[in-house]
């Protein structure tokens, strides 16, 4: 099984600053399946970046994503307010064929 | 538009049974990739199983033997049958499309589902 790790567990920031989320894999995953998520309070988690630092539709340009091998980080260059949340990150391949990293708690400093 | 909508979940014993639903619109179910992932209150996501286009199934060790994912093309609808649950599988239930990108695009609102005596 591929395990992600991501950190740090908490972030704690204001708006207009910067953020740098980490993720690390037990395993060399494959830039194409390497994805990042946003979870909000009682909603479903909402995809952000594919295939490593592709954006998902409908998602602004202040989220990138870049790394390869076992080291991936999801950036978002300028915090808005509706920023902060939990992060997840994913990958597929191996068995089982997908799996979530443990997330990264975004909060406002 | 994409629209996911689980239902089924709920209040149910130890080693009950309890078969969850996931109707999908503005996509064909069979066309794409579709997994059940859950998560326990507070804490993160748990990937529980895929049915492929092909028909080919796969689940998590933690819930093989007990769980069976399967689909009805002709409701466009994704289930997930879940026997000898344990109280470790209390959690949300998402069902999520995966369109052969190697993530989840879309997913439902997802549904309760709470084991306890």
């Known amino acids: 099984e591929i395990v992600l790790t991501q950190s740090p567990g908490t972030l704690s920031l204001s708006p207009g600053e910067r953020a740098t989320l980490s993720c690390r894999a037990s395993q060399s995953v494959g830039s194409s399946y390497l994805a990042w998520y946003q979870q909000k309070p009682g909603q479903a988690p909402r995809l952000l970046m594919y295939g490593t630092s592709n954006r998902a539709t409908g998602i602004p340009d202040r989220f990138s994503g870049s790394g390869s091998g076992t080291d991936f980080t999801l950036t978002i260059s300028r915090l808005e307010p509706e920023d902060f949340a939990v992060y997840y990150c994913?990958?597929?391949?191996?068995?089982?064929?997908?799996?979530f990293g443990q997330g990264t708690k975004l909060e406002i400093k | 538009e994409v629209q996911l909508v689980e239902s089924g979940g709920g209040l149910i014993q130890p080693g009950g049974s309890l078969r969850l639903s996931c109707a999908a619109s503005g996509f064909t179910v069979s066309s794409n990739y579709m997994s059940w992932v859950r998560q326990a209150p507070g804490k993160g996501l748990e990937w529980v199983s895929i049915?492929?286009?092909?028909?080919?199934?796969y689940y998590a060790d933690s819930v093989k033997g007990r769980f069976t994912i399967s689909r009805d093309n002709s409701k466009n609808t994704l289930f997930l049958q879940m026997s000898s649950l344990r109280a470790e599988d209390t959690a949300v239930y998402f069902c999520a499309r995966d369109a052969y990108n190697y993530c989840f695009d879309y997913w439902g609102q997802g549904t309760l589902v709470t084991v306890s005596s």
């Open positions: 994913q990958q597929y391949g191996g068995s089982p064929p997908y799996t």
């Open positions: 049915i492929y286009s092909s028909g080919n199934t």
